[in-house]
Nanobody, 125 residues
Framework: QVQLVESGGGLVQPGGSLRLSCARS????????IGWFRQAPGKEREGGSC????????NYADSVKGRFTISRDNYKNTVYLQMNNLKPDDTAVYYC??????????????????WGQGTQVTVSS
């Protein structure tokens, strides 16, 4: 059974930092990328960051570029999202998702195959 479990969300003040983790188990795809997506209240789910299986390819949405960093540790079966200089517009439920590819990652919701349950990130003073 495939499981993706997010952790690390919470309440942070503007300008603060958080690190999200996505722990995975039971993933049967030979090679898979991991993406972090987010959904704010009343808005559609959108892609933010993703990383290829090897970790050599990453992709960031313009809204998070320069502030968020995605990384992975395949030995620990965990992907991280370091979020710095957080803004109120970053408030959302953050989901990690997996899709099949070895050398690429997709920022599109429709390409992801497996999803976690999400973790809430709230940026507010």
């Amino acid at each position: 059974q495939v499981q993706l479990v997010e952790s690390g969300g919470g309440l942070v003040q503007p300008g603060g930092s958080l690190r999200l983790s996505c722990a995975r188990s039971g993933l049967t795809l030979d090679y898979y990328y991991i993406g972090w997506f987010r959904q704010a209240p009343g808005k559609e789910r959108e892609g933010g960051s993703c990383i290829s299986y090897s970790g050599e390819f990453t992709n960031y949405a313009d809204s998070v570029k320069g502030r968020f960093t995605i990384s992975r540790d395949n030995y620990k079966n965990t992907v991280y999202l370091q979020m710095n200089n957080l803004k109120p517009d970053d408030t959302a439920v953050y989901y990690c998702a997996a899709g099949q590819s070895r050398d690429y990652c997709s920022p599109y919701v429709s390409d992801a195959v497996y999803w976690g349950q999400g973790t809430q990130v709230t940026v507010s003073s």
